[in-house]
């Protein structure tokens, strides 16, 4: 449903009226422009050249430029520009080079007056002079840049940007001699019409292709630029050098960009794929779009205000097939829908919260903030009451300030600087960074990192022996838990202990081994008891003595100084009953004889005196499988690993998935470690740790974050002999056709490694250059500089 809401505006006597309205065009449209007295529009396109009339209630078309029997490719327009001195007057640009002037006032039906065909590739842009009738500039896909004299045949003038293709071109309106250019390599140039051999001014503005500019109408040194970055960008060209001014930050790729008339500091954008509206933009409030129009349905290839001095209607074209006319009044807000509340934490711990200012006006005794004892971080911008919009908005500002030293974080910077990330065996580097947590006094880092290295740094199979050893303070496996058993029913007097001798073997026959849940014991007939509750210290044990002796009780040797030793009740029943008379000789020879009795077991069985007074404990088969499998622990380090990252200790998750390696980064999915990455690279930039940094960059695994540090990146090469800098062609000197890379010492090219001195720019192998530094700290080359190689 059409928005009815008109408009009048009074301009030096003419008046303005209108709707928002769209007309259907028969093709889509590439480009518009409007004619001096804003009464009509002309749409261009591969397949469209028409004039529409711009009345109260519709557009009416007027005039089709396309005639004759066979199509041209001259027709084919990427751009079109009506001239504001002559009504008559138009110039399209191309798409196979040619640049075409048309004379609205010839009487014939072929409007076309003149052909520049002196380009080799597309036309993107053209763009008359304001204020000289007969000049036209022309930008092309083949990097050159043309000037014409529409009263001459060929072109006045020729400038070559030095790049692959020029996107846009536009005269400046306040300096007679001057227009800017853009470029698919992100420069902007400046060049004077009157030397076309090189350009006044050149800066990189984008990170990308630079798709369009414009010159402000009102302040003479303001220029815009869009490109596909998705910003827009504001420059001062009065300063000597070029000065970012403001920057808008949109979510697609900038085709076109458009001063507002009478407004300071809007601008209208519209993108060159995948978001199909326009925007206009108070540069002074970057995120968040002042107006939006959402009537076409594909993407927008033109906009225009209507009138150089009238804000109010917006013409725009699209590839939907569409010319519509927007009324400023009826576009929507999107700042209606923008969340007034905002909460953030600052560098050095203090808090800033937002909020309407309706929600804090009445709350008492609130002092206003006037700004950070440190650096001014947060700012509470003045609106304007007389802009629009200027009031939805609004929101009050107040900053919180920790404590001096409350929210310091010197621990975070303490544990960057000294963790060691790689170049130790494991268990040292668990060690190492422990110590390092524990000095600073993050006890459960610390006590993690411990954790860490008893989990990986044990051995992958352990002996059986040895697990079953593990009843005296030094058990070499660590493991918890050990199997008990309750005396208390055993004959009194057994409470001396006899060792044997170990003269004849070295392992015990007893097969005392440890449940890794403590739990459930599992006997000879796989029946479950319940688990003990003594505590841990008990059941480990403390008892002196080697760990591997095999333990008799004799009632006869008993000391009599020594009590009754009598053990705690346990929480579950005895294994077997224990008996006072040991089976007779015949028995432990037929054990020794079995073939699931191990040979120590029968050596240890065979030393045992036949004695009806004494009585052996042994268990023997093993409770479980001493071999444990690689990811036995992986399920545990990382839920350890989220619950770091999600207490927002980025740190310690980084650190330890550098460490572990693949041993745990398996089980983690490369989003989810890409993001840790990132979030702790960025804590250590905003801390200025930029060595920290960059070896967490080298040591990750991820692609996205290890190809961090190589991006950006410029090397500048002077020539050795010259001192000129080197293009990047080749390393033959453009001027003293010299090879750079000649090595000092042998005086030959080096076509591999290059070392060389940066304050003297003489170098060469890396072997020649760092034998020849054992000897002398002096150039090999003989220029007298004490070079240093790091």
Same mark, same amino acid.
């Given at each position: 449903?059409?928005?009815?809401? @008109?408009?009048?505006?009074?301009? =030096? ?15 889509? %449209? ?8 804003? $009464? ?52 399209? #640009?191309? +798409? ?18 003149? !052909? ?5 590739? +597309? ?28 009263? @001459? ?38 060049? &004077? ?32 630029? =869009?490109?596909? &970055? ?59 779009? %002042? ?100 009031? *939805? ?19 975070? /910077? ?11 065996? !494991? ?8 110590? /390092? ?8 880092? $610390? ?13 992958? !199979? ?43 073997? &070295? ?23 319940? =688990?003990?509750?003594?505590?841990? &210290? ?36 005895? @294994? ?39 009585? *052996? ?54 989003? +989810? ?37 190589? #991006?950006?990146? +410029? ?24 090879? $750079? ?8 090219? /080096? ?40």
């Amino acid at each position: 449903m059409e928005k009815m809401s @008109r408009v009048t505006t009074a301009l =030096g006597g003419s008046v303005l009226t209108g709707r928002t309205m769209h007309c259907h065009l028969d093709a889509p %449209a590439n480009a518009i422009s409007v004619c001096r007295d804003a $009464a009509q529009v002309v749409v261009a396109g591969r397949s469209i050249f028409k004039i529409y009339a711009i009345e109260e209630e519709q557009f009416v078309e007027k005039l089709n430029l396309r005639v004759g029997r066979k199509p041209s490719l001259n027709l084919s327009c990427a751009d079109v520009v009506w001239h504001q001195m002559d009504e008559n007057l138009l110039a399209t #640009a191309a +798409t196979n080079g040619v640049v075409v002037t048309w004379n609205l006032g010839r009487p014939s039906r072929n409007k076309q007056d003149q !052909l520049f065909t002196e380009h080799k590739r +597309t036309v993107n842009k053209v763009c008359f002079h304001p204020t000289e009738a007969h000049v036209l500039l022309s930008g092309s896909q083949d990097g050159f840049m043309k000037c014409f004299d529409l009263r @001459r045949k060929d072109s006045v003038s020729t400038f070559s940007g030095q790049s692959e293709s020029v996107r846009d071109v536009q005269f400046s309106i306040r300096d007679y001699f001057t227009f800017a250019s853009t470029f698919e390599n992100g420069n902007v140039q400046l060049w &004077d019409i009157r030397r076309p051999d090189r350009c006044e001014r050149m800066f990189t503005a984008h990170n990308g292709p630079v798709f369009c500019c414009d010159w402000h109408p009102e302040d003479r040194g303001w220029l815009a630029t =869009g490109g596909r &970055d998705k910003m827009v960008k504001v420059w001062d060209m009065t300063t000597h050098r070029a000065k970012e001014m403001h920057c808008v930050q949109t979510i697609a790729s900038v085709a076109r960009v458009k001063w507002r008339p009478e407004c300071r500091h809007h601008l209208a954008t519209c993108s060159m794929m995948v978001d199909h509206n326009i925007y206009v933009w108070d540069v002074r409030r970057p995120f968040v779009p %002042a107006a939006m129009f959402e009537e076409h349905r594909d993407v927008t290839t033109g906009i225009a205000w209507r009138h150089p001095h009238d804000p109010s209607f917006l013409l725009s074209g699209s590839k939907d097939s569409s010319l519509c006319q927007h009324l400023f009044r009826d576009a929507s807000q999107p700042v209606e829908r923008a969340n007034p509340e905002g909460l953030c934490y600052g560098l050095f711990g203090d808090l800033a919260f937002a909020a309407k200012e309706s929600l804090v006006a009445a709350e008492s005794g609130r002092k206003p903030y006037t700004g950070d004892r440190r650096h001014p971080i947060f700012f509470k911008r003045k609106l304007d009451p007389a802009e629009p919009f200027a009031g *939805l908005a609004s929101s009050a500002l107040s900053v919180f300030e920790t404590e001096p030293g409350g929210g310091s974080m010197r621990w975070f /910077v303490d544990t960057a600087e000294r963790y060691a990330l790689a170049g130790r065996p !494991l268990a040292e580097l668990c060690d190492h960074n422990a110590k /390092v947590a524990r000095e600073l006094g993050r006890n459960q880092v $610390a006590q993690t990192w411990t954790m860490l290295r008893i989990i990986y740094c044990s051995p992958g !199979l352990v002996p059986t022996a040895n697990l079953n050893h593990s009843v005296g303070k030094g058990g070499s496996c660590g493991l918890p838990l050990m199997n008990s058993f309750n005396l208390k029913d055993m004959a009194p007097g057994l409470g001396s202990e006899a060792r044997l001798d170990r003269s004849k073997g &070295d392992a015990r026959s007893d097969t005392v081994l440890l449940d890794s849940s403590a739990t459930l014991i599992t006997n000879e007939d796989n029946e479950e008891t319940e =688990g003990s509750d003594v505590p841990a &210290d008990y059941l480990l044990g403390d008892v002196e003595g080697e760990e591997d002796e095999l333990y008799l009780l004799d009632p006869e040797h008993a000391h009599p100084e020594e009590p009754e030793c009598v053990l705690p009740q346990e929480a579950f029943p005895l @294994r077997h009953e224990i008996v006072d008379t040991p089976p007779g000789p015949e028995h432990l020879q037929d054990k020794a004889d079995s073939p699931h009795v191990s040979g120590s077991e029968a050596d240890v069985a065979s030393l045992a005196p036949v004695d009806s007074c004494f009585s *052996l404990l042994s268990v023997s088969h093993a409770l479980y499988d001493s071999r444990l499998p690689p990811d036995f622990f992986s399920v545990l380090v990382r839920d350890m690993l989220h619950f770091y990252a999600e207490q927002g200790d980025v740190q310690m998750a980084v650190s330890v998935l550098i460490i572990l390696g693949e041993r745990v980064r398996k089980d983690i999915d490369e989003q +989810t470690q890409e993001h840790w990455y990132t979030s702790y690279i960025d804590l250590l930039q905003r801390f200025r740790l930029w060595n920290v940094s960059n070896e967490v960059v080298k040591l990750s695994t991820s692609r996205a974050v290890s190809c961090l540090n190589q #991006a950006s990146t +410029t090397l500048h090469v002077n020539c050795s002999h010259c001192k000129r800098p080197m293009s990047s062609r080749g390393w033959v000197c453009d001027r003293c056709h010299r090879c $750079a890379s000649m090595c000092a010492v042998c005086h030959h090219v /080096v076509k591999g490694l290059f070392v060389w001195c940066q304050g003297c720019s003489h170098g060469g192998h890396l072997q020649h250059i760092m034998k020849w530094l054992e000897g002398s700290s002096h150039c090999p080359a003989g220029c007298g500089h004490l070079c240093e190689y790091s």
